[in-house]
């Protein structure tokens, strides 16, 4: 999918919602890709976290809203530790969770989650799980 770079295509109130989430400023990012390259989850992910950035920069938030990769992150801050332009991308990534879970949608369900998956499950990913269910 192409997308034209003018300011009717970035400023659209999804694409501000996300900043102000955030704090963080999406234009920022330069597409290093020291982000994606050092996250542990990547090979899982459907848009990888220099492309949310980059989709973001272009007002595409309803194609990062409705990707796995937002779900799968884990919220470890590789991503953050790594940004030479300090952004804080898992702030980012948490932004696109609050605004889909303030409209109620979910990918994270525990409670229909079988007991013996959660018993097999390493703890540091449960309490990141929980931690998509606080927006
Ligand atoms: S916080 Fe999310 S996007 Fe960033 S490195 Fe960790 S799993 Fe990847
Ligand atoms: S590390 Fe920072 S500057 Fe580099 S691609 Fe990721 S968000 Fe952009």
Request: with cysteine; proline share 4%.
């Amino acid at each position: 999918m192409f997308y034209k770079l003018n300011n009717k295509a970035i400023k659209n109130s999804l694409s501000e919602q996300v900043q102000e989430i955030s704090a963080q400023n999406v234009f920022d990012c330069y597409q290093c890709g020291n982000c994606s390259s050092g996250c542990p989850v990547v090979d899982y992910m459907d848009i990888s976290p220099n492309q949310v950035m980059r989709l973001a920069q272009f007002g595409a938030i309803q194609e990062i809203l409705d990707s796995e990769t937002i779900w799968i992150c884990s919220t470890c801050l590789q991503c953050s530790s790594r940004c030479p332009k300090g952004i804080d991308v898992s702030k980012v990534m948490e932004a696109f969770r609050a605004i889909n879970l303030r409209k109620r949608f979910s990918k994270v369900e525990p409670n229909k989650t079988q007991i013996q998956n959660i018993k097999e499950t390493p703890p540091i990913l449960l309490v990141s799980a929980m931690r998509k269910m606080t927006g």
